[in-house]
């Protein structure tokens, strides 16, 4: 067989999803013909189905090599990095994607996913906290106890501002409005605050099949009960009967352009995708959600609801906690600006919390040190040398932070003024 034909069949292969074997004819057509470029762009993704992430860059390297110009290899390559977690060498990629062709877009949003996508993957390790939960009750030495009692309550607090976000943005609750029946988007009941609402809703004398909707499990096809949104651990057994609970939605009110042109950047840094001039309101949202306080403390509103935030909010959020912005200078903008301040904030935490090499290498400093003096003191040593040694890098890390906050503050508060600005 000849080159060609090498790289024909593993392109069959590849349509077939049999990646092993559309590897090995790649292959075969590269020792006949090294420098087909194709054939290493399609071995690179080959590569890339399998999880073999160095081979594939190392493949989108040599099509660059042949082809300096085409901005699809770096483009290529830059989504692999992404699987990598390498955000940084991501975006250069992209953005040499968009030197070689301005209008190439998609570049252009991966690229700013790649920001988010950074940001996410420092704030959501929850690594260390589950390394403390795991030995913290085996510490003895009072001045530990301060010093690891100190990091979780930090870690903690970040994890409550991510996994427990507050929605107070301006933003008339755009992502409450959706254009079919709710429970397809995933919003539905859990079966614990069932109770919660129908008391809600008692308690205020409304009927409850006016605001909640409901559908029998068994009328339900196989691809919905397997939908994505796993609505099986949503199902309420009732009498022998099995339901699934979800808000309605209110069939009075529709979304108008000017509210549709508001609305807030999604994770994806997209407007929200479902919002429509035919998207309708949770018959719950009235200048607000009615119901984010049902159920018991710690769990309260729908877990689908307070977990599902956008990028506007997530960023807000995120510069509330840091002391960067406070609610009272948020609380009087608009979407539109709110957006903005978004937009740029999740780009400056990328450059200054992702980028900042010095600061990174402090953190992994500080907690390795941290992991050493707990795990000689578990273990019975003697822990003063290595305990100074701590304090030296947190002393350097907290001067660090603050610097960095500071930079972060400035920069966000001239923005702020920007858009105050006539």
Known sequence: MQAYEYHNLGNDYYKKEDFDKAIECYLKALELYPNLLETYFNLGLAYTRKSKYDEAVRNLDKVIQIDPALA????????????????????????????????????????????????RAIFEDYSLLDWIDSVELGIIDG?????????????????????RPSCNINCNSLCCHFEDEMWNYGVMI????????????????????????FKRWDSLSVDEKNKEIKPQKFVVNEEGVEFIYYPKTDSTVAMTEETVSTAPLSL??????????????????????????????????????????????????LFWLMGVLSKDETSPLKMNDLNKIAGEGVRLLYEQLYCD?????????????????VEQHINGGDIEAELREYYTLSCRLEAKSKETLNNIRIKTRNLLQSLKAP
């Open 190 to 213: 859990e079966p614990e605050k069932l109770p919660f609402l129908k008391k809600f809703l008692s308690d205020r004398r409304l009927v409850f099949s006016d605001y909640v909707g």
């Open 268 to 317: 994806n840094y997209d407007c929200v995708e479902w919002i429509t001039l035919k998207s309708h309101p949770c018959v719950f949202v009235s200048g607000g959600c009615n119901i984010h306080d049902i159920g018991v403390e710690g769990s309260r509103g729908l877990d689908v609801c307070r977990n599902w935030i956008c990028l506007t909010g997530y960023v807000i959020n």
């Open 357 to 373: 090499k010095a600061l990174a290498s402090l953190i992994d400093s500080r907690n390795k040190k941290l992991k050493s003096v």
């Open 72 to 119: 699809e290899a770096y483009y290529t390559r830059g989504l692999i990095r992404e699987y990598q977690r390498k955000y940084d060498e991501a975006v250069l990629d992209y953005e040499k994607t968009l030197l070689l062709d301005p209008q190439y877009e998609k570049a252009r949003k991966q690229r700013d996913r790649v920001f988010i996508n950074a940001i």
């Open 143 to 163: 001045r530990l106890k301060d010093a690891v009692s100190s990091v979780k309550s930090g870690l903690v607090r970040i994890r409550d501002t991510i996994e």
